[in-house]
């Protein structure tokens, strides 16, 4: 373990809460491996355990069951998705903003209690659509997705809350962003890139939903990139290292830098299957990768089935955890409150008369690149499961499940 510690500062208009999180890649995927909450930009600090984490930090408005309505977004060492890990004992600074926020980080809709296979078509469709911005919606999504046009296209809106057009400009501007960060390409280059037949569609577009123009963008990210880097005292005239602070990205081809930006962290795969053989029925059975043997603390990747059956746990980080998992009733105040849990279980050798104090499931190694099948898992009905404590899938919901 080592401490993260570090100041918020930016401006973000609207913003009641700000989450600061550390994670295994340069975007948010997946749950914080740990994570604080603040009332305004500051300092914070929190411990993180051993290995290389990205840290970046989202304000917006939590709503009633505490979920955060994002408004602005930041990351250590450059704006958000194009920082870099932090160093043990290194100070960490974040510019929040809206102008840094995740064009397709859009919560699915909330309520939507779509089977995994159906979750794992829209994945598909979205994928897509990040693989091949000039895709033929109409045909090419059909065929990756393996569904019928007029049930993705529903599938996609009730899953996403947006059609698979408008999500795809949003990808086509992400896209922008990388390439105007990554690489020192003109705008007319990097509009075709991204498939718009000329830049004043980019243009527009960026106008529409950052209220910036492409040039102004690229700039303010060069600046924070640089301020970054005279604030470890690496800028400056009297600095000998102020064109590594005029460097703070590298810049990329354009076809590197769409590749980089496209390539996700290296990562392992947990495959299982839950069984339960009571008389209870639930809403939702969550399956979760912990650093302890109880969940309480997030998890480093988490997915959720309608009921017990087989399970897949995609994006792993590197580490050692314990596969556990909770069996939810239908009063949930928000996903994930263990509260309502009235089943549980772990994999290895797990007590079943509901003494915390027999507890002890078995961990897992995982390795990038690696996948750990066959998991077994047996719920046993208790409320042991209410002990446990923390709202551990609460913030940070990458898919709104």
């Known amino acids: 373990m080592f401490r993260v510690e570090g100041e918020l500062v930016g401006n973000c208009p609207g913003a009641a809460v700000f989450q600061v999180g550390a ?77 840094w926020r995740d064009l397709t980080h859009l919560p699915l809709i909330r309520g939507a209690m779509l089977s995994d296979d159906q979750w794992q078509a829209i994945h598909r469709a979205m994928a897509r659509l990040h693989e091949d911005l000039g895709s033929n919606i109409e045909g ?44 020192d390409a003109a705008v007319h280059d990097i509009a075709l890139e991204v498939g718009y037949s000329t830049p004043a569609q980019l243009r527009r577009m960026f106008l529409r939903y950052l209220g910036v123009t492409p040039g102004e963008f690229r700039r303010q990210a060069q600046a924070v990139s640089e301020a970054w880097q005279g604030a470890d005292g690496q800028s400056g005239a009297e600095s000998d290292e102020s064109p590594a602070a005029r460097q703070a990205v590298r810049r990329y081809s354009l076809t590197s830098a769409l590749s980089r930006w496209l390539t996700p962290p290296r990562a392992g795969t947990v495959r299982g299957e839950v069984l339960y053989r009571g008389e209870h029925s639930g809403r939702a059975l969550y399956i979760g990768l912990f650093p302890n043997p109880v969940p ?20 792993v980080p590197e580490g050692r955890y314990y596969v556990l998992a909770a069996y939810l009733a239908a009063r949930m105040l928000y996903p994930g409150d263990l509260s309502s849990g009235f089943a549980y279980g772990g994999y ?30 047996e719920l046993v009905d208790g409320e042991a499961i209410r002990r446990f404590g923390g709202n551990w899938l609460r913030s940070f919901l990458p898919d709104g499940r």
Request: aromatic content about 8%; charged content about 20%; proline content about 8%.
């Open 23 to 99: 994670f295994p890649g340069p975007r948010i995927a997946g749950q914080p491996a740990a994570m604080v909450t603040l009332g305004c930009t500051g300092h914070f600090s929190f411990d993180v355990p051993d290995g290389s984490w990205y840290v970046h930090a989202v304000g917006g408005i939590a709503d009633d069951r505490g979920i955060l309505n994002g408004l602005g977004w930041g990351s250590h060492g450059g704006i958000y998705g194009f920082g870099r890990p932090v160093t043990p004992g290194e100070p960490v600074r974040i510019h929040v903003s809206p102008l």
């Open 140 to 183: 090419d999504l059909d065929r990756a997705a393996s569904l019928a046009r007029t049930r993705l296209s529903a599938l996609f809106r009730r899953g996403v809350g947006v059609t698979m057009e408008e999500y795809r400009t949003r990808a086509r501007l992400e896209a922008a962003k990388a390439l105007l960060v990554l690489s």
């Open 296 to 315: 309480d603390a997030y998890p480093a990747a988490w997915t959720a089935l309608p009921a017990p059956g087989p399970f897949t746990l995609r994006r």
């Open 348 to 377: 290895g050798d797990v007590d079943t008369t509901g003494d915390l104090a027999n507890w002890h499931p078995m961990p897992v190694t995982v390795r990038a690149g690696d996948e750990v099948a066959g998991l077994r898992i």
